[in-house]
């Protein structure tokens, strides 16, 4: 179900916390704790292990672990077990696998 998103251009591992803004400019694996808000011009990867309470901006979304925040994907939400997520997801494509814990709404739009 994942494709491939090419080579990652930020990583912050399990163990590392993070409070306020992060900006990626390409693909962003995040595998620790964040708090405040994320954005990519790419991608974003929630690893399994990761807690995040964040909004979270980017064109396409993957997640592992824990997120709570509204998410807005200009292309797709990937949302994969054993993942947990409470919010909003605005996207015009949401994959949700089986098995993952879902709280919240969604609002698709048109990928224009």
């Keep these: 179900m994942i494709q491939k998103t090419g080579e990652l251009s930020a990583i912050i591992e399990e163990g590392c916390k993070f409070e306020g803004n992060l900006s990626f400019n390409g693909t962003a694996r995040i595998s620790g704790i964040v708090s405040g808000s994320i954005f990519s011009n790419n991608t974003v990867i929630v690893s399994e292990?990761?807690?995040?309470?964040a909004d979270i901006n980017a064109n396409i979304i993957i997640i592992s672990g824990v997120v709570k925040g509204n998410v807005n994907a200009s292309s797709r939400v990937e949302i994969i077990k054993p993942a947990?997520?409470?919010g909003t997801i605005t996207t015009p494509s949401l994959i949700v696998e089986e098995g993952v814990i879902f709280h919240g709404t969604t609002k698709m739009r048109d990928n224009k």
């Design 49 to 53: 292990g990761a807690i995040i309470n």
């Design 84 to 86: 947990h997520f409470e």
